[in-house]
């Protein structure tokens, strides 16, 4: 199922035609899931994929990453290709962004970018942002947003997925804080 996963988000974040459909601007499938499936069933190490294997991986994921909607699927989010993700918001205040030590060198002069995605990341949790910042190094860094302040000056953010929210962009003056993860959280004032 992970595999059926990490395939679902390659096909409908980044290469729908990889299974000859088309995604709308919402990023849903031209296809049911059904259709999907049997696409799908067609590659080699596949066969056993049915549509309610589709519907389990939908079900059983924690972090909201797909949706199915009148009888068609889409990724809630980390498109590459031009969809528009997530529904807008004005129901949050703080978010965090996870990233490496590194990135945080770059981040603290030009914000947060979306880099190869349509989106930036953030999470309503410092636990998410610390998971998805361990995806890319050990050195990691949890920035803590005023996403109301960025929200009251016309900054579009975007809920996509469970605790997960999309923006085009975050300047660094709504970058508010640094999460000292060696000191319960306790939060450092940005450098």
Do not use: C
Not at 16 to 39: C, H, Q, W, Y
Not at 79 to 90: C, F, M, N, Q, R
Not at 100 to 105: G, I, Q, V
């Amino acid at each position: 199922m992970e595999r059926l996963s990490k395939l679902l988000s390659y096909i409908l974040r980044h290469n729908p035609s990889s299974v000859g459909m088309t995604l709308d601007n919402k990023g849903f499938s031209s296809i049911t899931v059904e259709e999907l499936a049997r696409r799908i069933a067609t590659r080699r190490g596949y066969e056993w994929v049915r549509p309610e294997h589709i519907v389990e991986v939908v079900e059983i994921d924690e972090k909201g990453r797909f949706e199915i909607k009148d009888g068609r699927i889409r990724a809630t989010y980390g498109h590459s290709i031009d969809v528009e993700a997530g529904t807008p918001t004005k129901d949050v205040e703080i978010l965090y962004h996870g990233t490496t030590l590194r990135a945080w060198k770059m981040i603290r002069d030009q914000g947060i970018k979306p880099g190869k995605r349509r989106y930036a990341h953030l999470s309503s949790s410092i636990e998410d942002a610390l998971s998805m910042a361990r995806r890319h190094g050990r050195d990691v860094v949890i920035l803590k947003i005023d996403a109301k302040a960025m929200i009251n000056d016309g900054f579009e953010v975007r809920k996509a997925g469970k605790g997960i929210y999309l923006v085009k962009e975050v300047p660094p003056k709504y970058i508010v804080g640094i999460v000292d993860l060696f000191n319960n959280n306790k939060l450092l004032k940005p450098q």
